[in-house]
């Protein structure tokens, strides 16, 4: 009967999302609000630069609508952060520090390489630069990307992601 117990202890905690969020000990330069599992503040999820640096990414350099010469853009994967603040909705709706918002699918983030860069050129992303974050399609592997429906998407100075059913 113990071993029973164990067992079922233990296929609980390995299917649980719960994943315990540290609080953020710098500047916060992303909110997560809406449909979440792993919040750190009062209902949210709080990421600081180091907490977004230390989740799964890539770099890539590709050519994108908003530069003449191809970019080095840098960053967590955008599903390794959801995965990290316990996202389980279907639609995004990623704001910009202007307001500025675009609705994404969630499976964006999952089909695609897609990234929150938060670097450009191997330097952090300022504000002028369209950071501190900026939703970065893998423009440089998937050329049919590139076109008008995922330049929306892409916002730049992303200050929030609100997950919805």
Do not use: C
């Amino acid at each position: 009967m113990k071993s029973l117990v164990t067992a079922l202890v233990t296929v609980l905690l390995l299917s649980s999302t719960a994943f315990a969020l540290d609080k953020p000990k710098g500047e916060v330069v992303l909110t997560i609000k809406g449909q979440i599992d792993n919040a750190n503040g009062e209902g949210v999820a709080l990421f600081d630069r180091d907490m977004l640096s230390g989740l799964e990414g890539r770099q890539a350099e590709m050519q994108t609508p908003w530069a003449t010469t191809p970019t080095t853009f840098a960053g967590p994967y955008l599903k390794a952060v959801l995965e990290a603040a316990g996202a389980r909705g279907k639609r995004l709706v990623v704001r910009a520090l202007n307001d500025y918002a675009a609705e994404i699918p969630i499976e964006d983030a999952y089909e695609f390489e897609t990234i929150l860069a938060d670097s450009l050129d191997g330097k952090p992303m300022s504000v002028r630069d369209k950071g501190p974050l900026m939703v970065v399609y893998p423009f440089d592997k998937e050329p049919r990307l590139y076109n008008e429906r995922y330049f929306a998407r892409s916002v730049w100075q992303v200050k929030e992601i609100e997950v919805l059913p």
